[in-house]
């Protein structure tokens, strides 16, 4: 069995680059190995990730994950894009590249992210566990890559060096922070398993959260590889669908440390403050339930609903708007969100 302890330096370390990442100007994260790109932190970060999952694999314990078919479409599609950009209608999609990079840069919120006393709220032991590592360098490590650190960018910067590769620095709408800001401000989270102790819930809760979050931007990625990729309407389609694809390797960690945390929570019992005891199983998968309900139906719904104002607002001042919007709407694939109760969440061995 490899090794499954690691001190925080070792999961923050990164292999020795013959040259490093400059994405548009811009000094960022990562580098390349004999012309190959290698993510940050992931000298270590990526061995130790597989041999946790290898431990998981000897107990014959599954590992969560979620299924494609789950993912939301992005909105509006990368032919949607294309001819928004071809027709001059760029403020939309301006906007939500912008918004991707702040929302990755938000990422580094996870280092705040508070661990309660594991020993305390899990009954049998975790030494040697993803779980173990995660206040110990996986979540800094991940904090690292989404907003970049010291000298170095992280996501936050790929991302704008992306929109500013593909469409030549455009002008940003000087209110997309504000909208994000307000758009934000959900309600507190509702509580599904009262008897845990509320900052193990909470952690509990965020990291399905993130997990989610993290395998549904696969779609985003996809979609901007192809549209920032696409020479009609992109400057520097190479180079732009290249920092993509960087920003893309760099989030499988995030994937892969996430569910292999909470598929060992998953295998064992979680006490309950007041005593008792509760199977990790029905709390994880509840909440993972929860937390697909919302982000396949209501978000993406609202996601659209804003989007579409967005542009409808933006394709008014092209010289032929309602033949344009006649062209966009027509490229609309609609897309219903899957039955979750049809569709429990996935387990592979
Ligand atoms: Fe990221
Ligand atoms: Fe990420």
Redesign the pocket.
């Known amino acids: 069995m490899d090794r499954l302890t690691y001190s925080q330096e070792e999961l923050l370390s990164s292999v020795a680059y013959d040259q490093p990442l400059i994405a548009n100007g811009v000094r960022c994260h990562g580098g390349f190995v004999a012309g190959q790109y290698r993510s940050p932190r992931a000298a270590l970060r990526g061995p130790a990730i597989a041999a946790w999952q290898a431990q998981l694999r000897a107990r014959g314990v599954p590992l969560i994950e979620i299924a494609s078919e789950l993912v939301p479409p992005h909105y509006p599609s990368a032919a949607q894009g294309a001819l928004l950009l071809r027709e001059g209608v760029r403020e939309p999609l301006v906007r939500t590249l912008t918004t991707i990079a702040i929302i990755e840069g938000f ?1 580094a919120m996870i280092r705040d992210q508070r661990v309660p006393d594991l020993a305390r709220c899990v009954v049998e032991p975790l030494e040697g566990t993803a779980c173990a590592h995660l206040a110990a360098g996986l979540f800094e490590a ?1 904090a690292r ?2 907003a970049g650190h010291r000298s170095e960018g992280g996501h936050k910067q790929m991302w704008e060096a992306a929109r500013d590769l593909a469409l030549e620095t455009p002008p940003v709408p000087n209110d997309v922070l504000m909208r994000l800001m307000t758009g934000r401000r959900g309600a507190a989270r509702q509580r599904l398993f009262p008897q845990l102790d509320d900052a193990f819930e909470e952690l509990l809760a965020v990291m399905v959260n993130v997990l989610v979050i ?1 395998v549904f931007a696969a779609d985003t990625f996809r979609w901007a590889e192809a549209l920032l990729g696409d020479a009609e309407v992109s400057v520097r389609p190479r180079e732009a669908a290249e920092v993509v694809g960087y920003i893309r390797s760099d ?1 499988s960690p ?1 994937v892969e440390y996430l569910r292999t945390a909470l598929s060992e929570l998953r295998a064992r019992t979680l006490r309950g403050e007041a005593g008792g005891e509760l199977p990790g199983s029905a709390v994880v998968d509840g909440l993972l339930t929860r937390t697909l309900r919302v982000l396949t139906s209501q978000r993406p719904r609202l996601q659209r609903e804003e989007t579409h104002a967005d542009i409808a607002a933006a394709i008014a001042g092209h010289r032929d708007a309602a033949g344009l919007l006649r062209r966009f709407e027509a490229l609309d694939e609609p897309w219903t969100p899957p039955d979750l109760d049809a569709s429990p969440p996935r387990l592979v061995q």
């Open positions: 990422g991940h890559d989404e993290e989030e995030h």
